[in-house]
């Protein structure tokens, strides 16, 4: 069989048209910076950490939104979980983080002794803010701080110019959404920001942003895209266009060994447009197909879309990974073709592993229910009054009053219960728990309950997967819970509270 090139995602002249997208970098901040603070900006300028991003605020490099344009209406449809294919000028050209690297210069590499949690209190603004729990964004920084700057500390001014630079331009984040506070705690400490793997982390969360805005295309408001800066794209030399960046400058178009991420696909489609790319292929006449598949958008608007609702180019992700043997964290859980394979099954939901004490990863009894454990508290849901629910509802405030902290003792009372009629449901007697799971995410996300039916349920079991899929995947959740730390499970006796 003939290998083909990867397909465009929208035929040449049919993308669609971004009517906004949004530059979230300040790099005008980082100028006022050096105006209020030009002694600590020199000092920040000088650490090797972002000798890139700083160069290009003194170039005065503008934001390109071509290249993002491209990014998201010139993708060729691969495989490819941690790269970006796009065409530009009929070439294709690559973004990995290999180009990344390139361009920003940041560490790329993990540190597993860099704690991030643990800070030191020297009595100075950022200690202030970080002990009370405050909040602080872009925004207020260069309405209100800059204004105050001169009486704190030199090192809190320099933490200022390093956040500024991490949040505004390394992350590229919204100037009036509140500053992460690990990002904080990092800059308490300038070897914790040397040591971290700012170009692995900005550009997992440049991938995520991206594929968040290609969600939005073909829906009636208005695209937009947040993300870090990523280069400078004004114009294109005709005879200076590479596809890829080679480490080694003799044209080798493969990724480094160092840029080689774990659980990346193989697709024999990107591997001819290397091995084209690798012998000078001229691409001026290319004539790119692309993905002619007629894309069902009504049900991305319908009521139930949040509980049910995913694009079929996402789904493929997930089938592609099935087909694999990779087994995906997330947080203390691990996700596998096992726990999928639960999911997608009516005859076996996944609570038959808790039954048997397998589950959860992290507290693991093997003790299995009804024989090594006779006492069990379990949702309930059906048409008749059960006195079960009664019993959670003077439960749940007791264990609530038990667990607070002393400076936070309030008193509960026994919640009141409501019974909401949801019709004639799972008429399989196989679905409990995926409308358990449902009907809790549409307590959380303010919906009617009446939005999940027999009709919708199989979507909904889809959804669950593709849910757990995209969290495992997700850049800012696997570095949060690199860090964590699993509580140790103790068993002990039951106390009767009722």
């Given at each position: 069989m003939e290998l083909e090139l990867p397909k465009r995602l929208y035929a040449e002249g049919s993308e669609p048209r971004v009517k906004k997208i949004n530059n979230s970098c300040r790099m005008e901040l980082i100028r006022d910076l050096k105006k209020a603070m030009c002694a600590e900006y020199d000092d920040v300028k000088r650490d090797h950490v972002f000798t890139h991003i700083m160069a290009i605020a003194e170039n005065d490099l503008k934001f390109s939104g071509k290249l993002v344009d491209s990014f998201i209406c010139r993708q060729l449809i691969t495989s490819k979980l941690h790269e970006k294919w796009f065409v530009f000028a009929r070439t294709p050209l690559r973004f990995s983080l290999q180009e990344y690297h390139a361009v920003t210069g940041l560490k790329i590499t993990r540190e597993t002794n860099t704690d991030v949690v643990k800070w030191k209190n020297d009595g100075g603004f950022w200690s202030n803010l970080l002990h009370t729990g405050g909040k602080i964004t872009l925004q207020s920084i260069r309405k209100v701080h800059l204004q105050e700057v001169h009486t704190w500390t030199r090192l809190d001014r320099m933490r200022l110019?390093?956040?500024?630079?991490?949040?505004?331009?390394?992350?590229?984040?919204?100037?009036?959404?509140?500053?992460?506070?690990?990002?904080?705690?990092?800059?308490?400490?300038?070897?914790?920001?040397?040591?971290?793997?700012?170009?692995?982390?900005?550009?997992?969360?440049?991938?995520?942003?991206?594929?968040?805005?290609?969600?939005k295309l073909g829906r009636r408001v208005s695209d937009s895209f947040k993300g870090p800066r990523c280069g400078n794209w004004k114009g294109v030399a005709k005879d200076n266009l590479f596809s890829v960046i080679s480490v080694t400058g003799n044209g080798n178009v493969f990724l480094d060994v160092d840029y080689i991420r774990k659980g990346e696909m193989e697709d024999q489609r990107v591997d001819l447009l290397l091995e084209r790319i690798r012998n000078k292929y001229d691409w001026s006449s290319t004539d790119w197909q692309w993905n002619d598949e007629q894309i069902d958008r009504t049900k991305?608007?319908?009521?139930?879309?949040?509980?049910?609702?995913?694009?079929?180019?996402?789904?493929?992700?997930?089938?592609?990974?099935?087909?694999?043997?990779?087994?995906?964290?997330?947080?203390?859980?691990?996700?596998?073709?096992?726990?999928?394979?639960?999911?997608?099954?009516?005859?076996?939901?996944?609570?038959?592993?808790?039954?048997?004490?397998?589950?959860?990863?992290?507290?693991?009894?093997?003790?299995?229910?009804?024989?090594?454990?006779d006492r069990l508290y379990v949702p309930v849901h059906g048409r008749k009054r059960y006195k079960e629910v009664d019993g959670f509802a003077n439960l749940i405030p007791r264990i609530v009053k038990a667990v607070q902290p002393m400076r936070h003792q309030k008193d509960f009372s026994a919640y009141t219960v409501f019974y909401v009629p949801v019709g004639n449901l799972n008429k399989s007697a196989c679905d409990c728990g995926v409308y358990a799971v449902k009907f809790i995410e549409c307590h959380a996300l303010g919906l009617e309950l009446s939005l999940l039916h027999d009709g919708n349920i199989i979507e909904a079991r889809?959804?669950?997967?593709?849910?757990?899929?995209?969290?495992?995947?997700?850049?800012?959740?696997?570095?949060?819970?690199?860090?964590?730390?699993?509580?140790?499970?103790?068993?002990?006796?039951?106390?009767?509270?009722?």
């Amino acid at each position: 069989m003939e290998l083909e090139l990867p397909k465009r995602l929208y035929a040449e002249g049919s993308e669609p048209r971004v009517k906004k997208i949004n530059n979230s970098c300040r790099m005008e901040l980082i100028r006022d910076l050096k105006k209020a603070m030009c002694a600590e900006y020199d000092d920040v300028k000088r650490d090797h950490v972002f000798t890139h991003i700083m160069a290009i605020a003194e170039n005065d490099l503008k934001f390109s939104g071509k290249l993002v344009d491209s990014f998201i209406c010139r993708q060729l449809i691969t495989s490819k979980l941690h790269e970006k294919w796009f065409v530009f000028a009929r070439t294709p050209l690559r973004f990995s983080l290999q180009e990344y690297h390139a361009v920003t210069g940041l560490k790329i590499t993990r540190e597993t002794n860099t704690d991030v949690v643990k800070w030191k209190n020297d009595g100075g603004f950022w200690s202030n803010l970080l002990h009370t729990g405050g909040k602080i964004t872009l925004q207020s920084i260069r309405k209100v701080h800059l204004q105050e700057v001169h009486t704190w500390t030199r090192l809190d001014r320099m933490r200022l110019i390093y956040l500024c630079v991490i949040v505004g331009v390394v992350m590229g984040r919204d100037e009036k959404v509140s500053i992460p506070h690990m990002y904080i705690k990092l800059v308490m400490d300038f070897d914790k920001v040397r040591k971290f793997h700012w170009g692995l982390h900005s550009y997992d969360f440049l991938l995520s942003s991206i594929e968040k805005a290609m969600k939005k295309l073909g829906r009636r408001v208005s695209d937009s895209f947040k993300g870090p800066r990523c280069g400078n794209w004004k114009g294109v030399a005709k005879d200076n266009l590479f596809s890829v960046i080679s480490v080694t400058g003799n044209g080798n178009v493969f990724l480094d060994v160092d840029y080689i991420r774990k659980g990346e696909m193989e697709d024999q489609r990107v591997d001819l447009l290397l091995e084209r790319i690798r012998n000078k292929y001229d691409w001026s006449s290319t004539d790119w197909q692309w993905n002619d598949e007629q894309i069902d958008r009504t049900k991305e608007d319908s009521p139930d879309a949040a509980l049910v609702f995913f694009r079929e180019e996402d789904w493929e992700k997930v089938r592609t990974w099935s087909t694999s043997s990779t087994r995906l964290r997330i947080g203390p859980a691990t996700l596998d073709f096992e726990i999928a394979n639960r999911l997608m099954d009516k005859s076996e939901w996944v609570d038959s592993l808790y039954g048997k004490g397998v589950l959860p990863p992290h507290g693991r009894t093997h003790e299995i229910w009804n024989i090594d454990v006779d006492r069990l508290y379990v949702p309930v849901h059906g048409r008749k009054r059960y006195k079960e629910v009664d019993g959670f509802a003077n439960l749940i405030p007791r264990i609530v009053k038990a667990v607070q902290p002393m400076r936070h003792q309030k008193d509960f009372s026994a919640y009141t219960v409501f019974y909401v009629p949801v019709g004639n449901l799972n008429k399989s007697a196989c679905d409990c728990g995926v409308y358990a799971v449902k009907f809790i995410e549409c307590h959380a996300l303010g919906l009617e309950l009446s939005l999940l039916h027999d009709g919708n349920i199989i979507e909904a079991r889809h959804r669950i997967l593709w849910d757990l899929w995209e969290a495992a995947n997700d850049p800012e959740l696997i570095d949060r819970m690199s860090k964590y730390q699993s509580p140790e499970c103790l068993s002990s006796t039951v106390e009767e509270i009722l």
